[in-house]
Nanobody, 124 residues
Framework: QVQLVESGGGLVQPGGSLRLSCAASGFTLDYYVIGWFRQAPGKEREGVSCISSTDLTTYYGDSVKGRFSISRDNAKNTVYLQMDSLKPDDTAVYSC?????????????????WGQGTQVTVSS
């Protein structure tokens, strides 16, 4: 079955860290741009980060720059999102997506293939 599976979410205190994983099954991530997006209740979907398939070019949304870091391990068919200095505003469902086009990931358009998402809650 071709799918993306996110994991690593949970409850963390403000200032804490989490590492999310996006694992592919049924296909190889090598040739795809992988993006992380998030959506909080009552809010629009927000682009968090993207990583290219070739030269590892990265993109970060303004709200997470300097705090989040995206990486990929093609041998493990997995992309990671390291989230540090977490804030309550980071609370959301985080989902990953795969696309062949980096600019589509950055723009958040034309994204048709998603994982089921993982909940991140930042609260004391």
């Amino acid at each position: 079955q071709v799918q993306l599976v996110e994991s690593g979410g949970g409850l963390v205190q403000p200032g804490g860290s989490l590492r999310l994983s996006c694992a592919a099954s049924g296909f190889t991530l090598d040739y795809y741009v992988i993006g992380w997006f998030r959506q909080a209740p009552g809010k629009e979907r927000e682009g968090v980060s993207c990583i290219s398939s070739t030269d590892l070019t990265t993109y970060y949304g303004d709200s997470v720059k300097g705090r989040f870091s995206i990486s990929r391990d093609n041998a493990k068919n997995t992309v990671y999102l390291q989230m540090d200095s977490l804030k309550p505003d980071d609370t959301a469902v985080y989902s990953c997506t795969a696309t062949p086009i980096f600019k589509d990931c950055v723009a958040g358009v034309g994204l048709d293939f998603w994982g089921q998402g993982t909940q991140v809650t930042v609260s004391s």
